[in-house]
């Protein structure tokens, strides 16, 4: 068995009326980089806070080194936090700010200038002792807040967000730095962000928060290619979420569907039963789009479909067609009026807006979610009438933006038509 | 383009000017006078006549009127430093209450200007007149036996000095503290150090600009104030303020009264100059 450096119980936390935290475990293994991910107000802040002693629980516990350390003081707990903004002393040097830890520890003096350069060496920030926190940049800043951090030695090491106030390409530098760092201390790691590229880039494990709730704990590939639940599927990389109707079920394959076509997706261990509502998490990269033009096929998305699989797929007309950050991502209004996107590499597509076409994808590339949502809809038939509403949804990382630009398009696309006829 | 640039500049001195003029009118003007009254001659009734003479200078340095200058310094620093204590607490948690007991409280902190000091300092006479308000209390609740006699005694003028300046300590401690990011405090005991550590070592450093400028807004004043300590005091108080008012009114010897206001001029500035040099040392140095 691996060491187990922290355990969070049935941890709860309120603050007022509102319910911050329900109830959340973990078990972080020595050495791990743990990721919370989610949305803002999710809890993830609360629950770096609660771990490094900054808030109590209201139910619940943390031990860590298998010691209860919920009522201590956040000064006792050998656990230290790069916060969000940074939180450097602005009365204090880089040095002394850096020291700060050891001073109170009463360390030797020689000892602590000798670990603060060390720490100052491995934040690459040396010559820089006596500068005022107001006289550094944002990322000497952030690096100066690491090594005030490290330089004690914490079992574990907190960072909220810590790379949320710096532009992109910096973002990126740090990115790989923190994960060396990393690496070269042997440090855990508890972790924050919203960002989903930077949660599966630098992770050994994510954890996916909604509503103070662990939606799914597992490795980056874990979440991202098996999500348990839509939300995950749709904050983790862009994956679209189609709800239907289980019709036929043979020994491996499942037929659902929809108002727009039928799929088939692989038949799972699932206790599924014929007429049982499903929802289907397909990413945009494994969708396929075929142009349907007088009965002719094309395919335009890599991945073959042989003529045998051709009745089955989703009929749609081409809205929008939109390039960013190497992406081509098509939106497709299926003829129910949801839409579903698909992307590829390059530029380059044949299709045109106002296409029809037909959405398709390899039947092992879809994933089944919210299997447990699906029993507790069943059994109240209005609930399920309502969350078949919104049966496909187009998703993209950010989603406040994908439905604007969707919104944008369904008023362009007549003036299109009008141009092309 | 040229004109554009040449034309504020070419008037800026009539902006400037009216600021100079007022200046020069109204406290350089009158510091000269003053400073030229107290080397001059006091006539035997009324007024000066313009003889150079130090007598001014020479009789301050009697022990009578030495006296009333040490009494003077000692109230104004036990006026600051009560001011310290009560204001510091005080500016530092209301910082901390909610949007809306913040504006609350710092309504009834205000208030008090609403009124004319020398109105709130005659509430004070029926609070500490023997029998009064605070003898009833007192009294009623068994804590005295005897009326306490507070009025017109040196407590009560300290007292009312406190009452009068404890707005300026409060809302300068108040302003430093709120514009104080609290997660360094957080960061500081995430870091190691117990709630008193990270007081001592960041909230009290961080906050120490409005506590300087607390003490600098109540020191001064506290130095010249008169009135207090004629309605609280009773005459049994002399401060250096009662001092001038009453050889400018009383007995008339301009020239001692201005050899005075002068002295006590230096006297305050040179515990400006002092304390400014020891704390701008302090604050340089930022050590635990």
Redesign the interface.
């Known amino acids: 068995m691996k060491d187990i450096i922290l355990e969070i119980e049935h941890i709860e936390k309120s603050f007022g009326d509102t319910q911050v935290l329900k109830g959340i475990n973990l078990s972080i293994e020595k050495g791990e980089f743990i990721t919370l991910l989610g949305a803002s107000g999710c809890g993830k802040t609360t629950t770096l806070r609660i771990i490094?002693?900054?808030e109590t629980p209201d139910k619940g516990s943390i031990k860590l080194n298998g010691i209860d350390v919920t009522k201590d003081?956040?000064?006792k707990r050998n656990?230290?936090?790069v916060?969000q903004?940074y939180?450097?002393?602005?009365?204090?040097?880089v040095e002394?700010n850096i020291a700060?830890?050891l001073?109170?520890?009463k360390v030797e003096k020689n000892q602590i200038k000798q670990r603060v350069a060390e720490a100052l060496q491995l934040v690459q920030l040396i010559g820089f002792e006596k500068r005022m926190p107001s006289e550094l940049s944002g990322g000497q800043k952030q690096r100066v807040a690491i090594a005030?951090?490290i330089v004690?030695n914490p079992d574990i090491l907190l960072l909220d967000e810590p790379l949320g106030a710096l532009d992109l390409q910096l973002r990126r530098q740090m990115q790989i730095e923190l994960k060396n760092l990393q690496k070269e201390l042997g440090i855990t790691f508890i972790y924050i962000t919203h960002d989903q590229e930077e949660a599966i880039n630098m992770s050994d494990r994510i954890v996916v928060m909604k509503d103070g709730r662990f939606e799914q704990v597992g490795t980056p590939h874990e979440v991202y290619d098996l999500p348990k639940t839509s939300y995950v599927a749709r904050f983790v990389g862009t994956a679209n979420i189609i709800r239907g109707q289980i019709e036929t079920m043979e020994k491996e394959t499942i037929t659902v569907h929809m108002k727009s076509g039928n799929v088939q997706v692989k038949r799972t261990d699932s206790p599924l039963q014929i007429h049982d509502e499903v929802t289907i998490a397909i990413r945009s990269e494994n969708i396929n789009l075929i142009e349907e033009n007088d009965g002719e096929k094309i395919q335009i998305v890599e991945g073959k479909v042989s003529k045998d699989e051709e009745p089955l797929g989703l009929t749609g007309i081409v809205k929008e067609k939109n390039f960013a950050a190497g992406l081509l991502r098509i939106n497709v209004e299926l003829i129910d009026g949801k839409e579903i996107t698909a992307s590829r590499h390059g530029i380059d597509s044949t299709l045109e807006v106002g296409d029809r076409v037909r959405v398709s994808w390899k039947p092992e590339t879809y994933v089944l979610v919210d299997m447990v949502d699906k029993y507790t809809k069943n059994s109240n038939s209005s609930i399920l009438q309502n969350t078949l509403e919104p049966s496909l949804i187009s998703m993209s990382p950010d989603v406040t933006d994908g439905t604007k630009s969707t919104k944008c398009s369904l008023t362009d696309i007549p003036a299109i038509d009008d141009g092309k006829e | 383009m040229k004109n554009n640039i040449h034309k504020p500049k070419s008037k800026i001195w009539m902006t400037i000017l009216p600021m100079y003029l007022f200046t020069i009118i109204f406290i350089a003007g009158p510091l000269i006078y003053m400073v030229a009254l107290s080397f001059m001659t006091k006539k035997d009734v009324w007024g000066v006549v313009a003889q150079f003479s130090t007598a001014s200078y020479q009789k301050i340095l009697k022990p009578v009127y030495m006296n009333t200058f040490i009494q003077s310094i000692k109230l104004s620093f036990a006026t600051t430093i009560a001011t310290l204590i009560i204001g510091y607490p005080f500016g530092y948690f209301m910082a901390k209450l909610s949007e809306r007991y913040k504006k609350l409280v710092m309504f009834l902190v205000v208030v008090p200007f609403w009124t004319n000091a020398l109105v709130r300092m005659y509430g004070w006479i029926i609070i500490f007149r023997s029998n009064g308000v605070l003898d009833h209390i007192l009294m009623k609740s068994g804590l005295t036996r005897t009326p306490l006699k507070l009025l017109y005694s040196y407590p009560a003028v300290l007292i009312g000095m406190v009452y009068s300046l404890l707005p300026f300590m409060i809302l300068a401690v108040f302003s430093s503290t709120e514009k104080m990011?609290w997660?360094?405090v957080?960061?500081?005991?995430?870091?190691?150090?117990?709630?008193l550590?990270a007081f001592l070592?960041?909230t009290l450093?961080?906050t120490?600009p409005g506590i300087l400028s607390g003490i600098i807004l109540v020191f001064i004043p506290s130095m010249g104030l008169f009135f207090i300590a004629d309605i609280l005091g009773g005459g049994k108080v002399m401060l250096v303020g009662n001092l001038i008012r009453d050889q400018l009114f009383t007995t008339r010897d301009w020239p001692f009264a201005a050899a005075l206001s002068v002295v006590l001029m230096i006297v305050t500035s040179l515990f400006i100059w002092i304390y400014r040099k020891i704390t701008h040392v302090k604050?340089l140095e930022?050590?635990?």
């Open positions: 490094s002693g900054l003081e956040p000064n656990v230290n936090t916060f903004n939180a450097l002393f602005p009365h204090m040097n002394t700060y830890s001073k109170l520890k005030r951090a004690n | 990011d997660s360094i957080e960061a500081a005991r995430d870091l190691g150090a117990s709630r550590q070592t960041i450093k961080v120490l604050e930022g050590i635990l």
